[in-house]
């Protein structure tokens, strides 16, 4: 058996989650790759997936195969290209994982020039408002945005993202405009949690090195950054947010900011990705585009 063809075939098998699409892609007969996934099985002396008529879905020793097979096939990429400097050489596949503000205002905008410079590049975007697992769902880098809790991750810091307040104009014409945190009291704050049934907190305002809280009014809560901006432009309250993600709607006038003087601690930016000695080209590559592109959004 050709370990690693056969290796080949299960990473393949593993993100398709069919062993037909697996084999039609490969140009392969679906027996030739069942049996072979078979036979790497046997040989680890456990199964990696589980199949039914339906789907196939990894094992939890499938879940830890695939991460390290994954690796290990990358950095056999990267052999074949070690020598080369030419960007353009540079191949293989990026999973990454960021905010949805970061993804649709800062990378996918600026993506197509740096696939243009590195056509050997294939690129998974993940984002959402859910924190990855970093290491079990196999990301090469993942961007955060806020305190971070992970551990046994590398972390760069990309810096601090600027937070306003902001209110629409016909939420301000039907409550008028809060002039100090005391104007509060009589207001409507939409409220954001990460996970429905958590107690929102109440308008932050930053301060001498620390967080107060002020309790507010306000009958909306949402879980996800596009509901939370959506909210807020339709009049339903007053929201925190980074100056990036509603920077367009200031300027087109949807949104104006209020209390300015009394902002929210800023957002720190991280880069985070999984505690390896030898990081591929690629993702190095990446990495550092990454950095250089947020340098315009963070202070």
Known sequence: MDK??????????????????????????????SRQIQALEDELGTRLLHRTTRRVQLTQDGMVYYERARDLLANLDELDTLFQ???????????????VPVAT???????????????????????????VDVIQEGFDCVVRIG????????????????VLNCASPDYLTRFGWPESPADLASHA???????????????EIWHDGQSQWIKTGGVVTVNSTESYHAACLAGLGIIQAP??????????????????????????????????????????????WLSEIMKEYVD
Do not use: C
């Not at 996970?195 to 109440?202: A, L």
């Not at 990705?273 to 990495?287: E, G, I, K, T």
């Open 85 to 99: 400097r030419d960007p353009a050489s540079i191949s293989g596949r990026l999973r990454v994982d960021m905010p």
């Open 243 to 288: 100056r990036v993600g509603v920077r367009e709607a200031l300027r087109s006038g949807k949104l104006v900011e209020i209390l300015p003087q009394y902002r929210a601690r800023p957002m720190p930016v991280s880069l985070i990705w999984p505690h390896r000695r030898n990081l591929s080209r690629r993702v190095h590559l990446f990495m550092a």
């Open 189 to 203: 704050l939409v409220h954001y949690v990460p996970t429905m049934g958590i107690r929102p907190q109440g308008f």
């Open 105 to 131: 205002k800062m990378v996918l905008p600026r993506l197509p020039a740096f696939l243009q410079q590195h056509p050997g590049i294939e690129l998974e975007l993940s984002s959402s408002d859910r924190l």
């Open 4 to 33: 690693i063809h056969a290796m080949q075939l299960f990473v393949r098998v593993a993100e398709l989650a069919s062993f037909s699409r697996a084999a039609e892609s490969l140009s392969l007969p679906r027996g030739s790759v």
């Open 147 to 162: 305190e971070l809790s992970d551990s046994g991750l590398v972390a760069k810091s990309l810096g601090q993202l600027t």
